[in-house]
């Protein structure tokens, strides 16, 4: 794959399932991924898919959920 240099993998459903567990804060998940915290709100009160978020937006909480996971597993 050339001019790939990093792939991700993105798991929609866990990813889901992350962003909807109120355990987690919604300010460490939008401080950590850079995506504002009204964005998560609007998902985990059904004003939004989280179908319809942008491949970037997606991105950026995967990449925090990957982190963030790392971290339990030290």
């Given at each position: 794959?050339?001019g790939?240099?990093?792939?991700?993998?993105?798991?929609?459903?866990?990813?889901?399932?992350?962003?909807?567990?109120?355990?987690?804060?919604?300010?460490?998940?939008a401080?950590?991924?850079?995506?504002?915290?009204?964005?998560?709100?609007?998902?985990?009160?059904?004003?939004?898919?989280?179908?319809?978020?942008?491949?970037?937006?997606?991105?950026?909480?995967?990449?925090?959920?990957?982190?963030?996971?790392?971290?339990?597993?030290?």
């Open positions: 794959m050339k790939f240099k990093n792939v991700m993998k993105i798991d929609t459903e866990k990813l889901k399932n992350f962003l909807l567990d109120k355990s987690v804060s919604a300010y460490s998940i401080k950590g991924s850079g995506v504002d915290r009204a964005t998560l709100r609007r998902i985990r009160n059904g004003e939004r898919k989280f179908e319809g978020l942008s491949l970037d937006t997606v991105m950026r909480f995967q990449t925090y959920m990957d982190k963030a996971k790392e971290g339990k597993d030290e």
